[in-house]
């Protein structure tokens, strides 16, 4: 099959888009120009025009309140932040508003916006470009929050947004946009709410999310020449969360490691180990573990940026002691 | 007065403008009845709000600023927006939705506009396209979207959001400005300059009385007029949803009014001394609908006897719709997913293919990305 | 000992600090009126003038950018929301500027900033006046969150808040602004990261916030009847948690109810379920239950407002269900 | 020119209008050494960036938009508080900070104005009161409140904050005016309008280049000078400052200038082609430091040899402050905890009594509360 970047898979996927309805159009400070937004939205301006591709001014909270706005005269509004970070400005707008207003129009009215938010991590970018509040808009009612990890779930998961009636927050993490997976041609959906099981293993359960999906997968091939059968989770969309693909993992290993490219406290990280907790929490072979980032802003100098950002030895570590914690018997199948 | 402001307004003493000259009879009849329809149901409204209790939820009155939503209820289409602040039931009214739905909603039943979800400052009729809200702003800034939306789809709808003068210090009202001057969108702001925001002047707040002045700095044309003068309130109106209609852009339009009741609620917070009775009395004995139905009787187009027939008619209505509100049931067995979320994916069912799986490829080494 | 209610008690706080230093100042809408925030402000103009509490134009983000300025110049801001709500337009003052200030400085400026946030719960506030989201400040390093649910921690926790040295959220939930408490009249402080023990009891832990602490102890009456021992703990403030004071009481009872008042969702009840899970996660005598709002936006009508806020009742069945659920072996002393 | 606009500053030709009659000699020469000093620090940071690939962060350098800062760095005073946005460097040398301690920042090193932590688009030194931030328009929210703390403790010192044309499109930007002007705030509004967002022109952000008449409507003495005429920014920022620190309130003082670099970054992004040869061409033939030496050598003012000495001294400052920045250790072993919080509370020991325990009463009733 076909291999695309990251990057590629979501132009692909805005292409397309614009393609198959005209009520679909892009908003977001310079992304008519030919960087694109890391290479994002090379080329559509090309194809679509700048009344489909509007450079917006460096206003955030209009330009959200404007696309609920515009939802409500029948379009279907992909907007655009270059950094999350930018997208502070905005949270009136989504949490006042966009996400509660399917709510209180009582069902009578949807906001069907697409909101794309980049994650910055890498090359000094310092506390004020590297943020990612996942776990905020995972907490907010009547909003979506993906966070696709290979470029095949980057296109079906967009295209699911813009198509669907719900809200729905992309991150995207800057380390993922040179990564390639088989991406098909088609317009296809991914669906919100279906984790993927990227590998099999019956001595510990690794929850990953975005950024750290591929440091989960490394992690869990170090351990396999250790002879430490790991099951690696794709969560892919944290709102809504598969908890029964979560919870039918760690019913079968007793195990669980949450790796979450954020923040420790109150994270997804957090919510993944209490939905488990709840449902086996007495039934556990280990103490759960999570591997997030310190409860720190994001130093600029790259010797505390490495400090900062767990890899996948640290993942692989976290593995090791729930697995060694406990004798080491196989839990029997579930 | 060179320049319209508040001070200017009690300076010149009770307003003696308001004129029918070549004025349409239905028309001014048409204001007439909608302003004192209002007038009757918040009175109404009021005078049930706290012996019954029943209607639990924060509202905030327009008695004595019916003037724009009347002018509005005149000029807009049904397929136009309108956007609403916290005090929303002229808005509402404006836009034609039923004003039973409007008291179901306020009595919190299955009924109500939002089916009880949002009480009076939340208030919105999706099928009317009016849309309020509580928090300061954020409908101005949805305004400024539905505008774009029209213009990018070449639709001929216009899209009016009315506010108080304290929405204007938010930063957000002046993206919206900005944006609506740089695209030329078909919309009107309509701001009711009512002095107060809850019991702070304008003064205290802003560092003069020249909202329109800075908001003309953007490019955008404004009138700011004496807003219980519903005639020129109308023509006003009217002039700045045809010129947004045609394409030529947006209007905004300052109307200096006051607010009689409390800032919320049926009781008066005249115990907090923020205004004067001097004041008060000034601006009631400017009651736009005092001040039109002077002209009207002047000129035959209102009497003692029309006049109590439309009292009788509202009033008839708005005790029938209290008692529809006080009848309806209570919504029970919330579904707060549903609530929350659709369930449905109808366009994406039509477009998209269903999922494939791919085989991502774990061995690829992780490119950490470049200085920008 | 005196009684104050929550209101008065932090009028008196407020009032003491205005007393105790020159540098401190209140800024927010409308709070030099007789109505004065529910009573908390209600006086102090009187006493302080205008220039020391600042009737602040209706721009929130304005309001906390600006306390930030003016505690480099050496002044300690509180700033007041009538409601939590109102504040979101403030994130990215707090998110990107003030929560981060002392980091970004490496140590050098600190910001001193208190912010007072009111929860609107009650008579149909709907959804634009009733959220809590303290799990989103929690989630933020560089910032504390206290929810003092006493008119005692109220006062205790203000004062150490202005006087203290990092920029602090104060969530008051409005349902407790009338209830009593022995409230000493010295200005004292109460220190963050130190919950309290309420009710001591062996069969359950019982965690509750802010305004479910009353409701959390009413719960524990009515199982009291039942011979169900309950341990309640007021956390008093979510960031910091007091982690050692939960464990110690879970390792006791082994049994673990968390009532937050905020959506379930990636909750500080998820965060007080995982910090508890990853210390005692294998050694659970039931899985541990939380019970917050549903993850939905706040109703106004009366009878969803009943369904959506968790009373009592609520809490007893769930501490019941966590209770019942193994064999009611009292565990032993840890 | 009637209104200064850039399409008015480029129809009107090569600029003229620099003049040093009356111009105190020592000033200019302040003026000029700190402008070229500047520019020969970018430069050498420019050249420095890429083959080393130390500095790992990004950099928005200010090359051709010297004027400002020189004009700050002669005005402000030691305790007065300067605020920057993401093109940091000038403002940071305007506040007189020290050169090595920006150079290691940029190299992450302990050494740096901020132990690596910030990097040079978060810049700050808060024992120079110079603070930067790479969150458009944010500090210029900031230094309203210092501004506002000086004012509410009858302080003298004056609150100045520097950004970008693009930095008035953020709605807070408005809400700073907005109360600036109120209170009549001791505060500087300095606007270097180059005519881009990144890469994006004003004109397709804005509905018009009248950023200082929008300004002034909100009651702020607005001056629009040409910003790379250095005498005549300098005057400005003078008499700015000079009113603010004497209680006569706020200025917006718009600059409008250019930047010859890339938005980010040592390397052109020229590749984008956002702007044309001609515009970078008319600008470099307007370059502030140009313009300045013309007049200066015609006066006396500056020769061959002064100018050689001055580029050969902050050659070898560069050089060394670039050298320390490579030998500074890099920060280790994070305290994340302490890197966030304060630890210590000296003002609540000092003020505070320590804490007692409260016998909550347990059994009141929970009483819901009332209407509003
Ligand atoms: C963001 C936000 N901040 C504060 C409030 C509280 N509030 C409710 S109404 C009001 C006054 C509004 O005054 P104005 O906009 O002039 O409208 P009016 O009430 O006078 O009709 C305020 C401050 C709010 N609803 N939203
Ligand atoms: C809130 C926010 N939105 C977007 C950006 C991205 N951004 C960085 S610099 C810049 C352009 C700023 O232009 P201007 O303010 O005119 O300053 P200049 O770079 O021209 O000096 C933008 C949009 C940002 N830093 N912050
Ligand atoms: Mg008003
Ligand atoms: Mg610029």
Redesign the interface.
């Given at each position: 099959?076909r291999s695309l970047t990251y990057a590629q898979a979501i132009n692909e996927a805005l292409g397309q888009a614009l393609e198959?309805?005209?009520?679909v159009?892009l908003a977001g400070?310079?992304i008519d120009?030919?960087?694109g937004v890391f290479g994002t939205t090379t080329g559509l301006v090309e194809r679509f025009g700048r009344?489909?591709l509007l450079?917006?001014?460096?206003?955030?909270?209009?330009m959200t309140?404007?696309?609920?706005?515009?939802?409500?005269?029948?379009?279907?509004?992909v907007i655009i932040h270059q950094r999350h970070?930018?997208m502070?400005?905005s949270?009136?707008?989504i949490?006042?508003?966009l996400?509660?207003w399917?709510?209180?129009?009582?069902?009578?009215?949807?906001a069907?916006v697409t909101i794309r938010t980049v994650v910055g991590?890498?090359?000094?970018?310092?506390?004020?470009?590297s943020?990612s509040?996942h776990?905020?808009f995972?907490?907010?009612?009547?909003l979506?929050v993906a966070m696709p990890?290979?470029?095949?779930?980057a296109k079906?998961l967009m295209?699911?947004s813009i198509?669907?009636?719900?809200p729905t927050l992309i991150v995207e993490h800057?380390?993922l946009?040179?990564?390639?997976?088989?991406?098909?041609e088609?317009?296809?959906?991914?669906?919100f709410g279906k984790a993927?099981v990227?590998?099999s293993g019956g001595d510990a359960t690794l929850t990953a999310v975005g950024a750290m999906v591929?440091?989960a997968?490394?992690a869990?091939?170090i351990l396999a020449e250790e002879s430490i059968d790991v099951e690696v989770i794709d969560l892919r969309t944290v709102?809504p969360?598969d908890v029964a693909t979560l919870c039918n993992s760690v019913s079968k290993t007793k195990r669980l490691v949450v790796a979450d490219p954020a923040?420790r406290?109150?994270?997804?990280?957090?919510?993944v180990?209490?939905v488990v907790?709840?449902?086996?929490?007495?039934r556990?072979?280990?103490?759960?573990?999570?591997i997030c980032h310190?409860?720190?802003?994001t130093?600029?100098?790259?010797?505390?940026e490495s400090?900062?950002y767990p890899g996948e030895q640290q993942l692989a570590a976290a593995v090791r002691e729930v697995c060694g914690?406990?004798r080491r018997r196989r839990p029997h199948a579930a | 007065m060179t320049q319209l402001t508040h001070a200017a307004i009690r300076a010149a003493g009770r307003y003696t403008g308001l004129s029918l000259r070549g004025a349409d009879p239905d028309l001014v009849k048409r204001l007439h009845r909608f302003m004192l329809r209002l007038r009757i149901c918040e009175q109404a409204l009021m005078d049930e709000y706290h012996p019954a209790d029943e209607m639990r939820c924060p509202i905030h009155f327009c008695i004595g600023q019916e003037a724009a939503p009347a002018a509005l209820h005149e000029e807009l289409e049904a397929e136009d927006?309108l956007f609403s602040h916290h005090r929303s039931h002229g808005y509402y009214l404006a836009k034609r939705a039923p004003l039973g739905a409007l008291v179901a909603e306020l009595y919190g039943k299955e009924t109500g506009a939002?089916?009880g979800?949002?009480g009076s400052q939340?208030l919105?009729s999706?099928?009317c396209?009016m849309?309020g809200?509580a928090?300061l702003t954020?409908a101005v800034?949805?305004?400024?979207?539905?505008?774009?939306?029209?213009q990018?789809?070449g639709?001929r709808?216009v899209?009016v959001t009315g506010f108080g003068e304290a929405a204007t210090e938010e930063?957000?009202f002046w993206?919206?400005v900005?944006?609506a001057a740089?695209r030329k969108l078909p919309l009107v702001f309509v701001c009711e300059n009512n002095l107060y925001s809850m019991y702070s002047p304008q003064l205290k707040r802003q560092p003069d009385d020249g909202i329109s002045r800075r908001v003309a700095a953007f490019g955008v044309p404004t009138e700011t007029i004496f807003g219980n003068d519903v005639v020129a309130v109308h023509q006003s109106v009217a002039g700045a949803v045809a010129r947004a209609r045609q394409g030529e852009g947006p209007t905004f339009i300052e109307t200096y009014t006051y607010r009689w009741n409390g800032h919320v609620g049926p009781e008066s917070d005249d115990w907090l001394e923020y205004r004067s009775e001097d004041e008060l009395g000034f601006w009631k004995d400017n009651c736009p609908l005092a001040l039109l139905e002077e002209r009207m009787l002047e000129s035959g187009w209102l009497t003692a006897q029309s006049k109590e027939q439309i009292v009788r008619e509202s009033s008839e209505e708005i005790a029938a719709a209290i008692q529809f509100a006080k009848d309806s049931p209570f919504p029970t067995s919330p579904d707060?997913q549903?609530?929350?979320?659709?369930a449905?994916?109808?366009?994406?069912d039509a477009?998209?293919?269903?999922?494939?799986?791919?085989?991502?490829?774990?061995?690829?080494t992780?490119?950490?990305?470049?200085?920008?």
């Open positions: 099959m198959l309805s005209p009520s159009f400070q310079m120009y030919k960087s009344e489909r450079d917006f001014p460096v206003a955030e909270s209009l309140s404007a696309a609920l706005g515009a939802a409500l005269a029948g379009m279907r509004p970070d930018f502070m400005y949270l009136d707008a949490v006042n508003w996400a509660l399917r709510f209180k129009s009582n069902g009578e009215s949807n069907p991590r890498g090359w000094g970018q310092g506390p004020q470009h943020k509040l776990a905020w995972a907490h907010l009612p009547g979506q990890a290979t470029a095949h779930d079906g295209l699911e198509f669907g009636e719900n800057r380390s946009f040179s990564m390639t997976d088989d991406v098909p088609e317009a296809y959906r991914v669906p993927v990227r590998r591929p440091t997968l490394r869990a091939e709102s969360l923040w406290s109150v994270s997804i990280a957090a919510e180990m209490a907790c709840e449902k086996l929490g007495d556990l072979a280990a103490q759960p573990v999570r310190p409860d720190s802003h130093p600029m100098s790259g010797t505390l400090a900062y914690q406990s | 927006y939002n089916g979800r949002a939340d919105s999706p099928v396209r849309y809200g928090i954020g800034a949805i305004s400024v979207g539905a505008a774009l939306g029209e990018l789809r639709g709808q899209s930063g957000i993206e919206a900005n944006f740089l707060w549903g609530m929350n979320y659709a449905e994916t109808p366009a994406a477009l998209l293919q269903a999922s494939s799986s791919s085989q991502f490829d774990q061995n690829q992780f490119s950490m990305p470049g200085p920008y």
